[in-house]
Nanobody, 116 residues
Framework: QVQLEESGGGLVQAGGPLRLSCAAS????????IGWYRRAPGKQRELVAA???????NYADSVKGRATISMGNVKDLVFLQMNSLKPEDTAVYYC??????????WGQGTQVTVSS
């Protein structure tokens, strides 16, 4: 069974950068769309950024201009580069893959904490 695992989270200072990675294990998948979501304390989960297998990207308004999503390589499926981090970016970040055979796969999440 394919599992997704995020990495790259942690404690960062406001204004700094962060790079998240999402790797798959247990098999291979054909991706239709893959993206990053986040859930901040007391808030609902929201889309941060997504990219299709055709390279079309979509970003939340709150991260436009600060975030870049890109497809990965054999090891890592997708990356999220975020710059100029703000305390309100503090959240658990999840990788989610929507496959061409109709599966929806989620990682366990990685905590990102931005200190002011």
């Amino acid at each position: 069974q394919v599992q997704l695992e995020e990495s790259g989270g942690g404690l960062v200072q406001a204004g700094g950068p962060l790079r998240l990675s999402c790797a798959a294990s247990g098999g291979t998948i054909s991706i239709n769309v893959i993206g990053w979501y986040r859930r901040a304390p007391g808030k609902q989960r929201e889309l941060v950024a997504a990219i299709s297998n055709g390279g079309v990207t979509n970003y939340a308004d709150s991260v436009k201009g600060r975030a870049t999503i890109s497809m990965g390589n054999v090891k890592d499926l997708v990356f999220l580069q975020m710059n100029s981090l703000k305390p309100e970016d503090t959240a658990v970040y999840y990788c989610a893959a929507f496959t061409t055979d109709g599966r929806e796969l989620w990682g366990q999440g990685t905590q990102v904490t931005v200190s002011s």
